[in-house]
């Protein structure tokens, strides 16, 4: 690997793309640099009273706290983080009155494991911490630090904030006049989901115990409440408005007897209420014991919220569908709230309690399945209004504390996410935070990706996006098949509302630029068609099925007219990085060369099956599962891996373990494969500093060109594709 050959190949190859530049007349003419210069924006939060709202823009690796208000919601820059750090701003929360904004900066809270610990990709011999913070919504002064925690919750009163330390609660003043968090109380296990009352005098939280947890009450001075404590899972504490009640979700302790792996098993669950004094409790709705009526793995899980109208309301996939309803807060039937085929996720609940508003893959009389838009629901009634048809990608809907404005982040095919807002009342939408997108930023030159819809060889229909570009001269091209990751994801007709995907999507744009056909594709196990699409038997370790939707993928760009089949690529990262290196490995003959970002390759070692136990009793398909684990793992097909291949893998990963690629390429040695490598020393799955980001972007593109690319007539120094 990495030979003096290889490496001098490289340098010969760069030189002759510097030249090619000048003779691109017709061709790209910006850089991965410019087109993943945009401002990511998420964290949107408003004021629970007021018009304020606040959210986090990562600027080039410059992360910041933007906030802004009536009449203009112009954005206005709060801190300033001037340096590409890699610390993440999470937990972004307003004060009841508007006056502080509070957050958390450190950590890579997207990983599976490890979260709340520090991320050090600058090498610091002084790393930054995990750490708590508040700002004057008005500015003038420097951010104050509350103290090192996780998960803070403002106190209705706005003095006060509550947060996570060390798996136990912690407070301090909002305006950062203490020296020091105090310890509000501890307990046995590990505490979570703070929730102050709404008069303020009591703090709900979560206390995960291992086999079980329980909803806890604390009242300074006073013993803890435990609510309806049992042997079982309770979480996701919600106070009702008159601040006398918690409802929340109960799902089974652990333990049990040995289930089997391959057969896909029912999670219970169901809704709960409890006397915040007395601690007594009643079940008031029952999911259904069925797969689709299992706890629901979308984004925000159950999105429990007590409602007003005396309503509790949640999400359920029981029809097929994420979906929100509504149960009576005393008990009784479920109502759906927002039927149709479409899903709902990123739900929150007006300040008056009287509506859910969220997005979702829905248009005003179709399924606008590839896109997103903001959409209104009631409580208390069955319908949706969608708020933002279109064109466009609306995401992260709130609204404002005086409930008289929508704000949400707006994106088209040419534009990223930023700040947007509407009349709740109606009326057109203004993009508020236009200015805030760099004037380099390539707007003209992005092409506006295609829907293409093809079915797999057994028979599942899949969905994806066609980047090209128009007139870019006669003659067969490269193409490019990009696999997502997640694997619950969905890529976008339009710029994407989460930070891993946006940047996938600015790649592909990039690629497209540069005379590739780039195929993204939307295979199995993802989200926005469906519960079957999302679950299916035999996907991931149990069959890896979804690895059909790629082929086909492959297959179907294969027999385009504009697309020479010889030259024909892959790429993806974490779970698309699995996929990528099974295409591979299965089928060199069609895929020419892959870049393997951050994948996974054996499903044995990762920890989505576990088929050890040391119980008397064991697991009825143990043998079988560790079998299918192993056959639906690239590691199973290493001797037929032909074609070159890009491995990039960060050494800090918290979800895909750094093993998985030291180990794939053990496997490899001895093998005619061409190999390259790229470690990102001590950052994270998710490249935390943009510098790194960019480096990987630039490694993907370079190999890409380089393997797929007829060289110029006359060169020398550059193999055809698939030359060893």
């Not at 915040?276 to 999105?303: C, E």
């Not at 193409?479 to 997502?484: E, G, K, R, S, T």
């Not at 089949?565 to 993806?572: A, D, E, L, N």
């Amino acid at each position: 690997m990495n030979a003096p050959r290889d490496i001098i190949a490289r340098m010969k190859y760069r030189l002759l793309l510097m030249i090619s530049v000048a003779r691109l007349a017709a061709g790209q003419t910006f850089t991965l640099e410019q087109v993943t210069s945009y401002p990511y924006q998420n964290e949107l939060v408003a004021a629970p009273t007021g018009s304020r709202i606040a959210w986090a823009a990562n600027e080039r690796g410059k992360r910041n706290i933007y906030v802004a208000e009536k009449p203009a919601f112009t954005p206005r820059r709060l801190t300033n983080y001037t340096e590409d750090e890699g610390q993440e701003l999470t937990s972004v929360a307003l004060s009841h009155d508007g006056r502080y904004v509070v957050y958390v900066r450190g950590g890579d809270h997207g990983s599976n494991f490890e979260p709340g610990l520090p991320v050090n990709p600058t090498f610091s011999a002084t790393p930054t911490k995990v750490q708590v913070w508040s700002v004057a919504f008005g500015g003038g002064e420097a951010p104050k630090l509350l103290g090192d925690g996780d998960h803070p919750e403002i106190s209705p009163n706005g003095s006060m904030v509550a947060f996570v330390r060390g798996g136990q609660a912690f407070s301090a003043p909002i305006d950062g006049s203490s020296n020091a968090a105090k310890a509000m109380f501890t307990t046995r296990g590990t505490v979570g989901e703070l929730q102050w009352s709404p008069e303020g005098n009591a703090l709900a939280f979560t206390a995960n115990r291992g086999d079980h947890s329980f909803i806890g009450v604390y009242r300074e001075g006073k013993p803890m409440t435990w609510i309806g404590a049992a042997f079982m899972r309770d979480h996701s504490p919600q106070w009702s408005p008159d601040g006398k009640s918690i409802a929340f979700v109960r799902t089974p302790g652990a333990g049990g007897s040995p289930k089997p792996l391959l057969e896909p098993q029912i999670t219970r669950w169901s809704i709960w209420t409890g006397d915040a004094g007395s601690g007594s409790a009643k079940k008031v709705w029952d999911a259904p014991a069925t797969l689709r009526g299992s706890v629901p793995a979308s984004q925000g899980g159950t999105n429990l919220h007590w409602a007003a109208a005396g309503r509790i309301v949640f999400l359920s996939y029981q029809d097929g569908w994420p979906h929100m309803y509504s149960v009576p807060e005393n008990g009784g039937e479920a109502l759906l709230l927002t039927p149709g085929p479409y899903m709902a996720e990123q739900v929150s609940l007006t300040p008056d309690g009287k509506w859910l508003l969220f997005q979702a893959n829905a248009g005003p009389d179709k399924l606008d399945v590839d896109r997103r838009h903001v959409v209104r629901a009631a409580v208390d009634k069955q319908g949706i209004e969608v708020l933002t048809p279109g064109d466009g990608i609306e995401t992260s809907p709130v609204m404002t504390g005086d409930c008289t404005t929508i704000a949400f982040l707006s994106a088209t095919v040419t534009r990223p996410a930023t700040l947007a807002i509407k009349p709740a009342s109606g009326g057109t939408m203004t993009v508020a935070g236009a200015s805030m997108v760099p004037s380099d930023m390539p707007w003209n030159q992005l092409v506006t990706p295609k829907q293409v819809i093809y079915k797999a060889s057994d028979g599942v229909t899949v969905h994806g996006q066609l980047f090209e570009t128009a007139g870019s001269g006669s003659g067969k091209k490269p193409a490019i098949l990009f696999v997502h990751g997640g694997p619950m994801r969905q890529m976008l007709l339009g710029w994407h509302y989460g930070d891993y995907y946006a940047n996938s999507y600015a790649v592909n744009q990039y690629l497209a630029s540069r005379g590739f056909v780039v195929l993204s594709v939307n295979y199995r196990l993802g989200i926005g068609y469906g519960y079957d699409f999302q679950k299916p038997r035999d996907g991931g370790a149990a069959g890896a099925s979804e690895y059909l939707d790629v082929k086909a993928g492959g297959e179907w760009l294969s027999h385009q007219p504009q697309v020479d089949p010889s030259r024909i690529g892959v790429y993806g990262g974490s779970y698309g990085g699995f996929l990528t290196a099974m295409a591979l490995a299965k089928d060199s003959r069609l895929f020419a060369a892959g870049v393997d970002v951050h994948g996974v390759h054996d499903w044995t070692a990762q920890g989505r099956v576990n088929t050890n136990s040391d119980r008397y009793e064991k697991i009825p398909d143990a043998e079988k599962a560790g079998a299918t684990a192993f056959k639906s793992s690239p590691i199973a097909y290493v001797s037929g891996w032909k074609s070159p291949v890009l491995f990039i893998h960060g050494d800090d990963d918290r979800n895909v373990r750094f093993n998985q690629t030291v180990d794939l390429l053990r496997r490899l040695e001895g093998t005619p494969v061409k190999i390259e490598t790229r470690v990102i020393v001590d950052d994270t799955h998710h490249f935390m500093r943009h510098a790194n980001q960019l480096t990987v972007d630039e490694l993907i593109a370079e190999f890409m060109e380089r393997q797929l690319k007829v060289a110029p007539k006359g060169s020398s120094g550059v193999s055809a594709p698939g030359t060893r």
